[in-house]
Structures are given as C-alpha cells and as structure tokens.
C-alpha cells in the first residue's frame, strides 16, 4: 500500500534487504544483530537528512544540545522507563574487583565461562531516546519563561531488541526538537511539525502515511497504556516501508508526554503550573535505510532532486 | 611548563575549570561524573576540528567507518582488553525476566533496592577505543592488499574512570586513522602522524609536547607491561596542559601495536604473514577543551587565525 518499488531499485531476490546493505558495504556485520557499522556513503545520507531537518526547523532557534548516549541510571530510575519498557533498557556494568579477582576473572574468560557475573552496575544507563537526559537538567534551571522552550537533541540510543530488520538496530540515532511549555504551546507545537515532518519526507519523495500509534509497553498493564495513549491520540507516526510493506517502519514520531515529564522531572511553567512537553523524533538510520530501500543502494542513480535535497 | 595563561583567559580563581564550562553552559551536568552533555558551541568547535583532521589527513583517501559505541562481547573478550585494562571497561545488561519478574524487579526500585542485581549481560560491551570493532571487520576481507589498508574511524568510547577533570571523562569521541600491512608500511604512517599531528595543533596555536607514554595497564602485571611499553617506543603522546601544568594531558596518541591486533584477529599482509597495525588517536573532548582553556571559554575572543582554522 505503501512503498512501489521504482525503477533502479534492487529487485526482489532471496537475499534480504540487510544482507543487500552488507553486501554493498553500507552497513558492516558485528557479529551481532542490530549492531552494525556503517559506512562513509551511508553516514554522508545521514549528514544530508540532518540538514535538511535542520532546514525544517533551525528557523525557530531551538536550543542545540547533545548529550553522550548515556545518562545517569538515577534519573532513568525516576523516569519510569523500567515500568514500561524493562525489555528494552541497557545498563552500564564495571569490574570493580583486586588483583585476586581479576585472576580469577581471566581463569574464567579462558575457561568460557560466564566472566560478566561478577560485573557491578555503575551509576550510568544506556539512554533510551535522545530526550530522557534533558527534563532534569531543564528543570533545574527553575520555571520555564513564558514563552516556553524549545531543544535540538541528537544522540545515539540503545533499545534491546537483536533483529534482523535492518531499521530496527539496538545503537541507532535519533534527533528529536522538544518543546517545553503550557499545553497550548507544546501541543501547536506538536501539530506544526506533524505538517512540517510530512513536508519534509515529502520533498525526499518517500511514500508515507500518518497513523496514531503506541509505544511497546511491558506485559499485561502495558496492553492497557497502549490502548489509553491511542485512545487519547499521544502519539503519531511517520511510516515508510523499508522491511515490510504491510508493517511500515515508523520513521518519525510525533509525541505528547502531556504532563509525565514535567511531573517527574518538577518542571514547571512560568505560571508555577506543572509543565507540558512534547517531542518530534526523527529515526536517522530508519531514514538512510527508507531511502536506500526505496531508490536503491546505488546513490549515483537515485533522482537528481533527491541527491540535491540530501547534498549529494 | 606547556600553557602560559594568554591575555583573554579565564583568570585563576576558586572555580575549577569544570564548573567554568557548567556555569558558560559549554558542558552540561548529569549528576554523574564524566558523563557530559555539550552545548551547540561545544560540539561547532569540534565540528571546527574534524575538519581540520580531514584536511591534514584526508588526502590520504582513508576508508571512512563509523561505528557505533559498542561492540561484539565476543570480540571484546578475544581482544584482550579485559586482561590490560579491567578497570576501564563497560558492559551492556538487559533485563531478560517474565512479567513476574518484572513486578519484583519494580517493587525492588520502588524500596530504593539494587534492581541491578537481575540484570543479565547482553552479547555488547561499550568500544573502549575507536578502532576494537575495526579488526575483526577488516580480517573478514581476507589478506590486506600489497598496499596494505586505511582506515578513518570516529566514535563515542567509554572507560569507567568518574573524575571531576574534565578530559577524563567516561563518555568521549575519539577520530582515529588506523593503518594495517607490513612493519615498514605502520611504521612509516605512524612517523608520518608524528609530524602531522604536531603541525595540526600547532595551527590552532596551543603550546605542546611529544613524549613516549604507556596505557594505564591493571595491576602488578600491568606494571611490566607499560615498561615495556615505554622501552619499545610503543606508544607516544601529544600533550596539552588543560586540567593541570605539572600532568599535561595526552589529545593525540600515535600507536605502534606490532603484531597484538593481527595475531589476535587473523589478520594478514599480500604474502602471508601477521599483519602489523598503527593507529593515531585525537581526542575529540580534549582538543575542544585545550582550546577552551587556553583562549578562555569566551570564543567570540578567540584569535581571528584560530577561528578560521575551525571555521567559527
């Protein structure tokens, strides 16, 4: 329904669309599913989609920040993340042992044997979405001023999710403008990008479509969050069809967290009311691989308007 | 010995450079030591110097490769970096339990309990350096051409090392050109950096030094291990005082690993034999806070000749 297949794009064959990519170099086998290298033709994509995005949205002077794709594991605890998603968090453990112990872990790693039991947790967490490390240090900056504020994240995130589908990698980036403010202000804010996201895939000539969508929730209680967070419309998507034509991938998310961050974090308006945030997210790889999927992995051939929005 | 303070800088007070960079908002605070978010100007300075890296290396047509900041735990494990630098390492764990589970595990967070303890490590482990992912990677081609290979590599890379100096921080980016062929090839490239990199930081005008150096290898073994590594000219450093005078701080290394990457990963020359490997590391962090602590967190103020070698 979706994506047609356009002339100069690879034709379907037994081989997968991830082994195409190996293939041509564009992403490099780890050894493990969803951790892949990439290339400097992929990463020069990416490059040109992020200035484009930045194109979209640079007018409105968004803070820039960028944050190394961990974060502290005492704002993850309070961010509710394991409630939700205790699937999909990575945490950051060390050996902290003596001499005596590093022995006996090196007998161990000779010997294969389970080494990582005696690794201890540090105080840092894989960050799971490019916007979990920055409600508490906006918060402590104290009340938001009235007109709000507006960020420009971009980091690296880790979900555990091992598969074979190319645009679901457990490293991936994402860039994401957050806004901060009265709901009046976040939720415009949400609704001025869901045109501008579909403007801006648009001019890159995927096919796409727009649908209300819901985040992986946990178990039983998170078939219920899911239903609540479609029923109340919190959550749009971009979907493209990259590895399937009947489940597109969601490409963009358009998202209102309503007051959950402002709450946890303490955030506050201007007013002293508990603020509102809502967030745009761009999948960078799910972007490159929409592309590659679409007009091929041969770059040199893909529509010259294409190339030139991407300044290729 | 290396810095004089020049007319512009930060004078010496009470404040500690790092909490300079919170209070001008160049880095941001997580509550975990080490672990930093950077502001739009931080990472425009680094933007500046990568691309001074290409320019004094890129006529060399290195194979780009970006991966992302962590790596196969296998490969890890083969690598040897758990005997050298236990201390240094971090590894990714997952939550892996049942909806039964879960409710414990939420319940243990809820009491302030070590929820850590139930997590099972996963197949990654963070990248400790640039270029651990690249060996493997590169073996996999079969024997190197008669010219050997080259690679450009950028990434984020984790040590376990909380400090409250600011070029030591757990989180950072290192840019790496690594060389791989014979011992006259690795050699000649590495001597070649030697120059290189003093010429590239001397461009942006900071005071340096080259000296021979070791990796802060673990224990009492690791003690002999960095003497040999000083006596055999293994390992050299270009250091700029940032934190201190007394304890410059290495921004460039220029690595001689012999045959430890191609013995331990297959990897060959055209006729036959181990392949030797170089590498030459910036790092990324550090650079940009040589410059901020030498011109003063004020870039505005910086020399016109520095600004537009960084294109600022």
Redesign the interface.
Known sequence: MLAKTPAGAAPATGTSFLDELFDRGLL?????DG??????L??AIGDGFQALVTRHGGGDNA?????????????F?KSGY??SF??L?????????S?AD?LA??QT?EQKG????G?Q????V?TPAACY?LY??AA?RGALPAEGRLF?LMS?C?R?E?SKDPAR????RMREYVRMGTPDQVTEFRASWLERGQALIAELGLPFAVDVANDPF???TGKMLAVNQRDQRLKFELLISIESEENPTACLSFNYHQDHFGKTFGLTTADGEVAHTACVGFGHERVILALLKHYGTDVARWPASVRSALGL
């Open positions: 490099i086998e780890t050894g493990v951790l892949y290298g990439r290339s400097g992929f990463e803070e820039i920040v960028r944050f190394p794709p961990a974060m502290a594991r005492d704002v605890e394991m409630k205790p699937q968090a990575g945490t950051v453990h060390c050996f902290c042992g001499p590093h872990l090196m790693i389970d080494w990582t039991a690794q947790a540090s105080e840092i894989l490390p508490p240090t402590k420009d690296y880790f555990h091992p990698q457990q490293f991936f946990f178990g039983r």
